[in-house]
């Protein structure tokens, strides 16, 4: 998967819409303290399924979304799209939208369909992509890898391998393996008491 395009509008300190063009090869983010070059990385990762407020460095996800200055109202929501091309026999464009809204949660879209965030983990997931990609390297990431326990490297290289989205599928089938068995059990008493 190669992300093509960023959008982002009343995300963080992105008041106004803003796009950015991410171009094939290496993307570096350069400018000033504090002009929102984590926030940019922060926004991928939320748009990927992130639910964690503190990896966003807020205390709640609504954190994310402008709150304001001087001489600017505060938003009501914030909304992110990612644009990406998939490589798969053909390349074909998918775009994933993340919009939240003060007091109503998250909602996500792909191609304009209503999904669930689940969806869009394992589309990511698939991609061997992700709000926990290593391929997403922020700042402090590097000494985390090295102090990873065994484990947690494995999880690591599992999601760069590409395969992370297949243990949720794994899950998944187990979950419905055991439901199956359970309604089969009770459709064995239900024989067994008409006999
Ligand atoms: P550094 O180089 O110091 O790491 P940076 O370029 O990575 O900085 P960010 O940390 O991405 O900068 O951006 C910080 C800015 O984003 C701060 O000015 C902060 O006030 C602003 N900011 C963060 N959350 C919000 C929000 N919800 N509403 C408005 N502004 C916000």
Request: charged content about 30%; overall charge neutral; hydrophobic content about 40%.
């Amino acid at each position: 998967m190669q992300i093509r395009r960023l959008r982002l509008s009343g995300f963080k300190s992105f008041v106004d819409p803003a796009d950015l063009r991410i171009e094939p090869g290496l993307t570096g983010i350069v400018g000033p303290n504090g002009c929102g070059k984590s926030n940019l990385l922060e926004a991928l990762r939320w748009a990927m399924g992130e639910n964690s407020p503190k990896s966003m460095r807020g205390a709640g996800m609504e954190d994310v979304i402008f709150a304001g200055t001087g001489s600017r109202p505060q938003r009501d929501f914030a909304e992110v799209s990612i644009l990406a091309e998939q490589v798969a026999g053909e390349a074909e464009e998918v775009e994933v939208v993340r919009r939240i809204e003060r007091g109503a949660g998250s909602a996500y879209r792909i191609n304009g369909r209503d999904v669930r965030a689940k969806d869009v983990a394992l589309l990511f997931a698939d991609a061997a992509t992700g709000a926990h990609s290593p391929a997403l390297v922020s700042q402090g990431k590097i000494g985390a890898v090295i102090a990873a326990k065994p484990a947690e490297r494995r999880q690591m290289l599992e999601e760069a391998a590409g395969i992370a989205g297949l243990h949720v599928r794994r899950k998944d089938a187990e979950q419905r393996l055991r439901a199956t068995e359970t309604n089969l059990a009770r459709l064995d008493e239900i024989i067994a008491d008409q006999d």
